[in-house]
């Protein structure tokens, strides 16, 4: 089994900035894309960013130049750091990675998500 265990989320003032952090654990072989979705109260989940093992980024249109997605592979982990924020960035924050776990082959994993609150 693999864990995703998210940190980092809290409230903070519209402008400010944030840092997400997500650390995979458990019987891990390999991790191909990690990414972090959110989820708005009534709304459905969305993807924020994802990151190939080698590097590629991908980012929803509105956290382009606001928000910027990196990982430490050696450690299984994924960043998320997010400036400017805006009152419409509020919601619960998803780590998301596709894991080769050993002797359960390729699937998704998340994490228990972390509150991320932008106050106006």
């Known amino acids: 089994q693999v864990q995703l265990v998210e940190s980092g989320g809290g409230l903070v003032q519209a402008g400010g900035s944030l840092r997400l952090s997500c650390a995979a654990s458990?019987?891990?072989?390999?991790?191909?894309?990690m990414g972090w979705y959110r989820q708005a109260p009534g709304k459905q989940r969305e993807l924020v960013a994802a990151?190939?093992?080698?590097?590629?980024?991908n980012y929803a249109d509105f956290v382009k130049g606001r928000f910027t997605i990196s990982r430490d592979n050696a450690r299984n982990e994924v960043y998320l750091q997010m400036d400017s924020l805006k009152p419409e960035d509020t919601g619960v924050y998803y780590c998301n990675a596709y894991c080769n776990s050993r002797g359960l082959g390729w699937r998704d994993y998340w994490g228990q998500g972390t509150q991320v609150t932008v106050s106006s």
């Open positions: 990151i190939t093992s080698g590097g590629t980024t």
């Open positions: 458990g019987s891990i072989a390999s991790i191909s894309a």
